[in-house]
């Protein structure tokens, strides 16, 4: 069975730009979470979806935002890019929303700047 | 606000040394814990998932614990190798709606 896939695996954007960050989950995993991870602030949660829905969001503004669309395929969007916004980005899914294992994708790498 | 760490930051030892990486967290009412692998540039790969009704789970030379009372958790690493060189990153969950927390993990070095 094919792991989580995430496209694209490296973004170099400018400032005040915006991007769109893809995560295709594991066949049959309906929730999908995504996080932030940086040298300083370690991973961090943005949000997370099950069956189109979010669950649950974390503490970033809201020029983060996401989707999940009905094959559970997720997108999530950055808009007017800043410095900060450098990290890497990782998105996990699970069966069902909230309990079992999380697996990992390898993450999209963006740098701002 | 659950907080989650992980002490030491970083950790060497030679090969073939039995190891053990800390976690503790602040709120004992969690639901489950999970330990993960990451290397460099990586994501991250899931190693064990201990519910909160669990004392321990193994899977070959790693054993984690979990004492809720206490906050903390352990992940033993038996007769360590330079493929276990990694960061290891623990993670709660507090209940099934809410999200997971992780610590800023163990960085492993095992030296051949």
């Known amino acids: 069975k094919a792991g989580v896939t995430q496209t694209p695996r490296y973004l170099i954007k400018t400032r005040g730009q915006q991007v769109t960050l893809s995560c295709s989950p594991i066949s049959g995993h309906r929730s999908v979470s995504w996080y932030q991870q940086t040298p300083g602030q370690g991973l961090q949660f943005l949000f997370e979806?099950?069956?189109?829905?979010?669950?649950n969001k974390g503490n970033f503004p809201g020029r983060f935002s996401g989707r999940q669309f009905s094959n559970s395929r997720s997108e999530m969007n950055v808009s007017t890019l800043e410095l900060g916004d450098s990290a890497l980005y990782l998105c996990?899914?699970?069966?069902?929303?909230?309990?079992?294992?999380?697996?990992f994708g390898p993450g999209t790498r963006l740098l701002v700047l | 606000k659950q907080e989650v760490t992980q002490i030491p930051a970083a950790l060497s030892v030679p090969e073939g040394e039995n190891l053990v990486l800390n976690c503790s967290f602040t709120?004992?009412?969690?639901?489950?814990l999970q330990w993960f692998r990451q290397d460099p540039g990586k994501g991250l790969t899931s190693l064990l998932l201990?519910?909160?009704?669990?004392r321990e789970q193994t899977s070959g030379r790693l054993n984690a614990s979990l004492d809720k009372s206490s906050g903390r958790s352990t992940l033993y690493i038996a007769a360590s190798q330079p493929g276990d060189s990694a960061t290891y990153l623990c993670a709660v969950r507090n209940s099934g709606n809410t999200p997971l927390v992780f610590g800023k993990g163990t960085r492993l070095s095992v030296i051949a």
């Open positions: 979806y099950f069956s189109e829905t979010q669950r």
């Open positions: 996990a899914s699970s069966l069902e929303a909230g309990v079992g294992t999380q697996y």
């Open positions: 709120d004992s009412a969690i639901y489950n």
């Open positions: 201990i519910q909160s009704s669990q």
